[in-house]
């Protein structure tokens, strides 16, 4: 098992510039989420999806789209970046309501995003 | 809207004790968690407690929680270097969703050998 990988890396964007995260999950996961990491303030939520064909807003979604088109994959997109996007995001996904302990949530390696 | 805080940095020497601490407001938190981050890496689950729990231990880690002052606690017995790390505190409850979670600053624990 992967368990949760994610694409790419690192990545340097230009203010403006779009670009997609991909995050894949070989768990049989229902659930998935996308947070971002900013220093002195923990992980932030900013979309997440509790079925394939299902996303919903967490925290701080703007400025950032999500999709679920598959059970295994969930993209984050953001349509026009801007330097206040600069910052770490992990995916994650748990378990949903299939009676196994459902509240863990494995998180990816992250990826690493600059704007300028 | 619901706040986990915790203390930026901790350091301690190698083969002492380490206490990382957690305050929340959510007075209807059903799960509390502890994330550990190494460099470089996502988070990954270190222990749980359930709020009707005063305690849990498990090998050299010991989770307190004092629901009344929604004080939650890490020790970690005998701090090894490995240990060096940034630890997350968590909470869901059942109102909002026992998945969505509330992660607290980190904390950066140091280990001097």
């Known amino acids: 098992n992967a368990g949760v990988t994610q694409t790419p890396k690192f990545r340097v964007l230009k203010t403006g510039q779009s670009m997609t995260l991909l995050c894949a999950q070989d768990m049989n996961h229902e659930y998935m989420y996308w947070y971002r990491q900013d220093p002195g303030m923990g992980l932030r939520l900013i979309h997440y999806s509790v079925g394939e064909g299902t996303t919903a807003k967490g925290e701080v979604p703007d400025g950032y789209n999500v999709s679920r088109l598959k059970k295994q994959n969930f993209l984050l997109g953001l349509e026009s970046a801007a330097p206040s996007q600069t910052s770490v995001y992990f995916c994650?996904?748990?378990?949903?309501?299939?009676?196994?302990?459902?509240?863990?949530?494995?998180f990816g390696p992250g990826t690493r995003l600059t704007v300028t | 809207g619901e706040d986990v805080e915790q203390s930026l940095f901790l350091s301690v020497r190698e083969g002492d004790s380490s206490v990382i601490n957690c305050t929340y407001t959510d007075s209807s938190s059903t799960y509390l968690y502890w994330y550990k981050q190494e460099p470089g890496a996502g988070l990954q689950l270190l222990t749980y407690?359930?709020?009707?729990?005063d305690m849990k231990q498990d090998q050299r880690l010991t989770v307190l929680l004092n629901k009344k002052d929604k004080h939650l606690s890490l020790r970690i017995a005998d701090t090894q270097t490995g240990d060096s790390a940034i630890y997350f505190c968590a909470e869901s409850d059942s109102l909002t969703g026992t998945y969505k979670y509330i992660f607290g600053t980190g904390t950066r624990l140091k280990v001097l050998a």
């Open positions: 994650a996904s748990s378990y949903g309501s299939s009676g196994r302990f459902t509240y863990e949530q494995y």
């Open positions: 407690i359930f709020s009707n729990m």
